[in-house]
Nanobody, 115 residues
Framework: QVQLVESGGGLVQAGGSLRLSCAAS????????MGWYRQAPGKQRELVAG???????NYADSVKGRFSIARDNAKNTVFLQMNSLKPEDTAVYYC?????????WGQGTQVTVSS
């Protein structure tokens, strides 16, 4: 059974920090890219940050310099360190994992940033 289990969301004041974690299990093939997406109410899901198996990263312009993505390939785990959080970062954050053929999603974790 494939599972992507996220943790670390919550409520934080503007300027604060949170660290999200996502552990993938039950995936038969090697995971290539992993990443974090978010969806705010009334908006489309958007890529926040992605990381390849080799460690190459990409970020949405809105989070560059504030968020940092990392992964532990041995544990199929991906992290998102979020600093200097803003109210506009409020959203449900979803973990994503991609093999060569399939992609998988976590259940989502709520991040709320109060002003």
């Amino acid at each position: 059974q494939v599972q992507l289990v996220e943790s670390g969301g919550g409520l934080v004041q503007a300027g604060g920090s949170l660290r999200l974690s996502c552990a993938a299990s039950g995936i038969a093939f090697r995971i290539n890219a992993m990443g974090w997406y978010r969806q705010a109410p009334g908006k489309q899901r958007e890529l926040v940050a992605g990381i390849s198996v080799g460690g190459f990263t990409n970020y949405a312009d809105s989070v560059k310099g504030r968020f940092s993505i990392a992964r532990d390939n041995a544990k199929n785990t991906v992290f998102l360190q979020m600093n200097s959080l803003k109210p506009e970062d409020t959203a449900v954050y979803y973990c994503n994992a991609q093999t060569g053929l399939l992609e998988y999603w976590g259940q989502g974790t709520q991040v709320t940033v109060s002003s």
